[in-house]
């Protein structure tokens, strides 16, 4: 039939069966025209209607795009000539074939198609179609057959089809340009990101990465060089998909969790919730506390949730790409089977003359090819994984942020913010790992639990640094630490060499199979001889069933560890959501706000803390909230805000909300952004915030004004600062209702007032508004609206002030006795029930609402003098506006360079360029020299009989052209296979060796840097960590020390199996092929080169990911600590927007790095395919020179070359710059190695024994300064304190006084003049040895999680006995005795679960124990209500009567019987002398004390 189409013959084999093979030339115009053709007509049509229905905007014609056009357009005439030429030969004598017209018919119709999917392709954004690419090179592999074939018939000069096959060649040549013109990419004006617009063959090559590496190896890249992330890949985008199958999955999930719950309910009926019992009296709380603590810690264990639902969602998210790469990995898979087959092929190719040499060219070409597409195939497929993981992780990132946004109080109890950071980081990171199969670490569970241990210990350390110093206690911590992490090291070790013996194994495998496998196909039947063929071909194909069962092992245990992932995030992101219906919003409402018999619990285990409370507040009312410690007053305030759970009842709000909650919640940034808070500046309303809120003089004295920058946690600022800001910022909203917890116990009196006045009172900023305020000062209260006394969860009395009084009930009762006891009005403070047997120290359940607490642990900082420059006196505070605006102006100009100081947090430090050669000396000197040659040797020694055994194979392979199969010697025979079989186990044992060498060498590196880390971290001074955030510490221990532990260690051992691996190949290639030098050195130095061009931009990449990362966790740590008031503020959008933005600044560098890899990899297996490629050329054209053994054995080695070379060159360069990527940890540790360290705990001076005895302390000219390129805080102080004297120290914010404790304690040195106790030189005798005989009652009572009696002795020095006294002075007696563990009983985390109260009473114990001669007191009584300040008081009075006591104060009364009082004011002493004398003198203290109330000393005798 297709004879008579073309009138020729179609097919005859003979035409294959000379060394000048062709095909005929019928079968080359129709199957080799018709495959390329179908392929495009079939696929067109799809790719039209996508096309239509993807359209964007039409874009401008290019250059580009009219040459193609134009090119087509000439295919389009010359099918058009060719026809013609056809229908005018159609004349002579000899019929025309049809196929001469159908041909050019096809083609015309066919350029045609073409044209018009070009000019579709305006409206897309990617140019260039891969199908019409793919088209042109299937069109022109085709049309080589009949090129060649024409040609030679021209040759042997038959010009029968002259003008036919001149028609046909220009056609070729068009093809091949349009081909080329299709590799270029047409830029788009619209589209930022390039990947969008590269041509097929630049996306399948990576080319249009170029530019970045190009950039990268120039200079080091920074964010701004790495594009952008399209729209697809978008956090936005990606979340929103996500959660459509998440809500349906979810709730799925949640039914058939309900249905696993009725089952378990119908099992045991009996099951109630217990502790509903509402009348439990007071006294038991402390019991319950306890038994629900315990309770929990049991139903937490077994507790359901909805499960197995995440995977579902994600996979409905994702699964395009998983499919997509699922294809590809099919391709690849059946390709790699080829290799064997074509490699059989060649064997006998060179064992068998006969074979035309045609063929052996053509088998080359074929294994070129495979490889290719196998690479292309590959390439393709790691990227769609990796970004498949980067996706996984950004939704799963950002998921739990939003989750952390509305999840409910009951949900968010159960896991600490350090545990939430880690679901968004360590668990998120495990789906990325699993998703793409790279070097998962095989950390294990138990290991996870001695660093988390260990981690927070850090955490608690490094918040708590200052009073590790006071009482000199680090060492105690030191060896804490130090033994979780040897519990922690010694599980890595048995772990290493668990998996070296894995290794062994592995590596044993293939060897054992070939041995075995070779040694019964030679013992069963003696005809048998092994031969070159069978040999290479079944090792090949061992080899390739290497690689997966070495990644086994790897992929299970990422497995795993994704699992265990996957339920923490399926127990978080499925918890319970805030239920806010309780509280209704309503416009219209005649109220403000309206309680209706409102109950509320903080969880609903526990007692309700809010009992049918009814309550109207009526728009515009200042309504004040008192009551004891323990009320309920923050409880009343949050549930108004939706936080807590609902019993019954609701409650109205109308209008919009602003919160200042209790314990000052502060961001990173400018004060200026914090009071903003995300509003637009009014600059004449901004200054009016200030100036009421009394910043305006703390900004005189912050370096930078407004613009300074405040560290986490507000860590630079002072309690009452950040009370104010918080203040200002709520201030600053322009709300309808203003819910005021406690804002004014942080403050001085005098500030306190002025606020009032300036802000809440009725004629502050706030008239007009509705106003909730929860307070302690009872001189406020005339002024206000009215007045609510709470007591025990319920409203005891509400009222006005005057109407309260008039009733003589509670609130009269409790006014009247402490006005009496108190004197001064002013430092009054409410106290209903006062009969509280216990002075108020049984906790209620209230006084620990969980969220505060984990707020409270910020550490309130006594550095927040810091800065003072300017003397404060109380003229300067009424400077007016105008100074400050004209200073806010000059900032502005001066913005160019920031004011000494104002950047308080230093940028951190980013590496840029190469590790230095020292980083990795250091390390490999950690590892230990001589451990170092042993591996490396190890591992020479592995590769020698590695190259043995495959020579050995080849030789024995040779055996089968010497002996034929009857006379082959059982001696022989038992020879090869022994040596063979002796060969492969010396490999595994070698492996195995240097594998538990390294082992051991990597841990002990480990342990040595952790070491050294800890010591020098504990011993820095001060300064250091005021200006370094303690994540970035912690990170330190947590992030890089892990790196050193897993990862770097692999890493190295990786490259070292790599290099040796490649090594030895070539030396294989090199000693049967000599030739094949040639080959290697230009491949060699092209590989260098690459090698060079990347590392540079991927190590910088890997870089700005981890710096971009981080930023992410910090906001969501500060999100999640400040929920309340962002709920309050209903800002979450703007904060999911700004955590959104976070992501895809990281995303982007993620992404530039997962191209980057693969750009490379291509480039690689390019090159490595180039080495199979010349390799098997060099065995077909020397072929008369070779054997099939050698053959065999060349080939079989590039092959596993080629698959090793590639795979191997590969990882040598994913190795390298993993190594380079991995050994910044080491950098960054070895940085934090060499921090400048204080004096040294103890010198070779050593105190007289028993100093100090007597306690006299005397200042000469002292003088001292925060950092070095700050003011001085103290100018020259000079003065005396003698034995048992009681100093009081007074000032304003900023004077001072804090710096005068620090000095004494050497936190801060010297700048000039010194200080001497019982004529001792402080600082002459060291740190330990000074700090060890000072007692000191710090501002914040710090505690650490531990036993209470950890808490008091951390060294053990003192008797149980010691210990009781010390707490019964403290009145903690009875509260401790009250304890089931009794000293053992377990602090949490900054001793949340203990109230501020006693917190302070345990402070207080630890100054009862030590009993040295000088105390200092740092206000210590803010947090305490007046009746416990009374007790502590007294208690100071009695026992330290012998001591010399120096006593910071706030409030003045508290130091009105001291013997002398020092007033300090920028940095120098302005009175010194008894209260009585100060008081006659109109002096800065005589003004203090009358702003106070204070007339003569006697007032305050308590």
């Known amino acids: ?227 952008d992330i399209d729209e697809e890949t978008k956090t936005k985008t990606l979340v929103s998909r996500f959660e459509k199958y998440m809500a349906g999955e979810l709730q799925q999930a949640r039914q058939a969790f309900q249905k696993r719950q009725q089952e378990n309910t119908q099992r045991n009926p009996g099951a109630r919730l217990h502790g509903l019992d509402k009348n439990q009296s007071q006294s038991q709380d402390v019991l319950v506390l306890e038994e629900t603590k315990k309770n929990k810690k049991k139903s937490e264990t077994t507790k359901d949730f909805p499960k197995s639902w995440l995977v579902k969602a994600l996979f409905k998210t994702f699964y395009v790409i998983l499919l997509k790469s699922f294809l590809l990995k099919l391709v690849y898979d059946v390709l790699m089977f080829l290799n064997p087959q074509l490699l059989k092929l060649l064997i006998s190719f060179a064992n068998d003359r006969d074979i035309y040499l045609w063929t052996g060219y053509l088998y080359s070409i074929l294994f070129f090819a495979v490889a290719l597409i196998q690479s292309v195939c590959l390439q393709y497929y790691f990227k769609l994984c990796f970004m498949l993981g980067m996706k996984v992780r950004t939704t799963i990132m950002a998921s739990v942020y939003k989750k952390a946004l509305t999840l409910s109080n009951q949900a968010r109890k159960q896991y600490t913010i350090g545990e939430t950071v880690n679901l968004m980081s360590v668990d998120a990171q495990k789906l990325m790992d699993v998703t793409s199969f790279i070097h998962l670490l095989w950390s294990n569970v138990k290991n996870m639990k001695y660093k988390d241990n260990r981690l927070k210990i850090m955490n608690e350390v490094l918040s708590g640094i200052k009073i590790l110093k006071y009482f000199a206690w680090e060492p105690s911590f030191q060896n804490q630490v130090h033994d979780l992490r040897k519990k922690e090291l010694r599980n890595l070790l048995t772990f290493g060499q668990l998996q070296s013996v894995m290794i062994f194994l592995l590596y044993l495998t293939p060897v054992l199979v070939s041995v075995i496998t070779f040694s019964v196909y030679v013992l069963v039947d003696s005809n048998n001889i092994l031969d070159a063929e069978k040999a290479f071909t079944s090792i090949t194909l061992f080899n390739i069933l290497r690689f997966p069962m070495s990644m086994l092992p790897m992929i299970v245990s990422a497995m795993l560890q994704a699992s265990v992932s996957v339920e923490r995030l399926e127990k978080y992101l499925g918890g319970d959501d805030l239920d806010t219906s309780a509280i209704r919003h309503d416009c219209s409402f005649d109220k403000a706000v309206q309680f209706s018999e409102a109950s509320f619990t903080w969880d609903h285990d526990l007692e309700v803390t809010i009992q049918d409370v009814n309550l109207d507040i009526m728009p515009g009312q200042l309504v004040a909230v008192v009551g004891t410690v323990g009320s309920g007053k923050s409880s009343l305030m949050s549930a108004m805000l939706g936080e807590m759970e609902n019993v019954h009842g609701h409650i109205t709000v109308k209008g919009t909300v602003a919160y200042v ?280 020694l592995y590769s020698v009989s590695f190259i043995g055994s495959n020579l050995w194979l080849s030789a024995w392979t040779r055996d089968s052209k010497t002996f034929n199969s009857t006379n082959y010697p059982a001696s022989q025979r038992d020879l090869r296979v022994g040596v063979y079989g002796a060969l492969g186990l010396a490999q595994g044992i070698f492996v195995l060796i240097a594998n538990l060498w390294s082992v051991y060498g990597s841990v002990h590196a480990a342990n040595i840097l952790h070491k050294q880390l800890l010591n020098n971290i504990l011993r820095v001074p001060m300064s250091f960590f005021d200006t370094t955030p303690i994540g970035r510490i912690v990170n330190r221990f947590a992030g890089d020390i892990s790196t050193v532990d897993d990862t770097l260690p692999t890493s190295l051992r990786s490259w070292v199996l790599c290099f040796l691996g490649i090594t030895s190949t070539l030396v294989m290639i090199c000693l049967a092929t000599p030739v094949f030098v040639v080959v290697i050195i230009p491949l060699g130095i092209i590989y260098v080169s690459v090698q060079i061009f990347y590392v540079a931009t991927s190590r910088q990449l890997r870089r700005l990911d981890s710096v971009t990362r981080s930023p992410i966790y910090t906001h969501f740590s500060e999100t999640v600590s400040g929920l309340p008031v962002i709920r309050a503020f209903e800002h979450q959008e703007r904060f999911l927007k700004h955590n959104e933005m976070a992501t895809d600044t990281n995303q982007k560098c993620v992404f530039s790095w997962i191209t980057s890899n693969r750009w490379l990899a291509v480039r690689l297996e390019l090159i490595g395919n180039l080495i199979v490629f010349f390799s098997s050329l060099m065995m077909v054209i020397y072929r008369d020179t070779l054997s099939g053994d050698t053959v065999g054995f060349v080939l079989s080695n590039a092959l596993s070359v080629s698959l090793k070379i590639t795979q191997t060159l590969n990882w040598l360069v994913r190795m390298t710059s993993e190594i380079e990527t991995n050994i910044v940890a080491v950098e960054r540790i070895n940085e934090y190695i060499n921090v400048e360290n204080e004096a040294p705990w103890v010198t070779d001076k050593r105190p007289p024994e028993g100093w100090p005895s007597k306690g006299e302390i005397r200042f000469s000219n002292y003088q001292v300064r925060y950092r070095p390129e700050l003011d001085l805080v103290l100018k020259g102080i000079t003065c005396d304190i003698k034995s048992t004297e009681k100093i009081g120290v007074v000032g304003r914010t900023g004077a001072g006084k804090s710096s005068l404790t620090n000095s004494l304690f050497r936190i801060l040195e010297a700048a000039g003049g010194q200080i001497t106790i019982d004529g001792v030189d402080i600082a002459s005798i060291g740190l330990h040895d000074l700090r060890e005989k000072l007692t000191i009652i710090p ?147 005589y003004f203090m004390a009358q702003e106070a109330g204070i007339e003569n000393t006697s007032c305050t005798a308590f």
């Open 1 to 227: 039939m297709l004879e008579k189409f073309c009138n020729s013959t179609f097919w005859n084999s003979s035409f294959l069966d000379s060394p000048e093979a062709d095909l005929p030339l019928c079968f080359e115009q129709t199957v080799l025209v018709w495959i390329p053709l179908g392929f495009l007509w079939l696929l067109a049509p799809w790719q039209l209607l996508y096309v239509y229905r993807s359209r964007t905007k039409k874009s401008s014609i290019t250059k580009l795009y009219l040459a193609k056009q134009v090119l087509v357009g000439f295919l389009l005439i010359l099918a058009a000539i060719d026809l013609a030429l056809a229908l005018t030969e159609d004349t002579g004598q000899a019929t025309v074939p049809a196929i001469r017209y159908t041909n050019p018919s096809l083609y015309l119709g066919t350029w045609i198609l073409v044209l018009l999917i070009q000019h579709s392709r305006r409206w897309c954004i990617q140019k260039d179609s891969w199908f019409l690419s793919l088209f042109w090179i299937l069109s022109i592999l085709c049309g080589t057959f009949q090129f060649q074939t024409l040609i030679r018939t021209l040759l042997r000069g038959s010009n029968s089809n002259l003008a036919y096959s001149c028609v046909f060649f220009i056609c070729y040549a068009f093809q091949i340009l349009v081909l080329i013109l299709s590799a270029f990419s047409e830029k788009n004006d619209s589209s930022k990101h390039p990947s969008t617009t590269a041509s097929f063959l630049s996306s399948i090559t990576f080319s249009w990465y170029d530019s970045v590496v190009l950039k990268g190896f120039k200079k080091p890249l920074t964010l701004e060089d790495v594009w």
């Open 661 to 940: 909650p209790q314990q000052s919640w502060i961001q990173n940034g400018t004060i200026k952004d914090n009071i903003l808070f995300g509003s637009e500046l009014d600059e004449k309303k901004y200054q009016q915030v200030l100036e009421a809120c009394a910043l305006l003089p703390d900004l005189e004295v912050l370096p930078g004004g407004d613009l300074a920058e405040i560290g986490e946690k507000g860590i630079n600022l002072s309690g009452g600062q950040k009370h104010r800001i918080s203040l200002a910022r709520a201030t600053y909203q322009n709300s309808d209702i203003y819910i005021l917890d406690d804002p004014l116990s942080a403050v001085d009196a005098h500030v306190g007032k002025h606020i009032f006045n300036k802000v809440l009172g009725p004629n502050g900023l706030l008239k007009g508004k509705t106003r909730l305020l929860v307070t302690h000062s009872i001189h406020f209260l005339p002024q206000v609206d009215e007045i609510v006394v709470l007591g025990n969860g319920t409203i005891l009395e509400k009222g006005s002030y005057s109407t309260l009084l008039a009733k003589k009930g509670l609130f009269a009762k409790n006014l009247k006795t402490f006005i009496k006891q108190t004197g001064p009005k002013d430092e009054a403070t409410v106290n209903a029930d006062s009969e509280e047997d216990d002075y108020g120290l049984m906790p209620s359940v209230e006084e620990i609402p969980e969220d505060v607490a984990s707020l409270s642990m910020k550490r309130e900082n006594s550095f927040h003098r810091t800065f003072s420059r300017s003397s404060r006196s109380s003229s300067r505070c009424l400077k007016s506006l105008k100074d400050l605006k004209t200073r806010n102006v000059n900032i502005l100009k001066e913005e160019e360079e920031p004011v000494k100081g104002q950047k308080l947090i230093k940028k951190e430090f980013i590496q840029t360029g190469k590790v230095k050669f020292s980083i990795y000396l250091k390390y490999l000197q950690a590892i230990g020299w001589c451990s170092i040659f042993f591996i490396i040797f190890g591992f020479v």
């Open 1339 to 1485: 501002q914040d009572p710090i505690l650490f999680s531990g036993s209470l009696r950890m808490n008091l002795d951390p060294f053990n020095n003192y008797s149980d006995e010691e210990i009781w006294k010390a707490l019964e002075l403290a009145h903690l007696k009875s509260f401790v005795d009250g304890l089931q563990a009794g000293l053992s009983y377990e602090v949490t985390e900054g001793g949340d679960n203990l109230s501020i109260g006693q917190r302070q009473l345990l402070c207080l114990a630890r100054a009862l124990l030590q009993k040295s001669k000088i105390l200092i007191m740092d206000e210590a009584t803010a947090a305490v209500d007046l009746e416990t300040d009374h007790l502590i008081q007294t208690t100071i009075q009695t026992e330290f009567s012998h001591c010399t006591t120096i006593t910071i104060a706030h409030r003045l009364h508290t130091i009105m019987d001291s013997d002398k009082v020092m007033v300090l004011d920028n940095g120098k002493i302005v009175e010194y002398g008894s209260p009585e004398e100060l008081l006659k003198n109109t002096g800065p203290f």
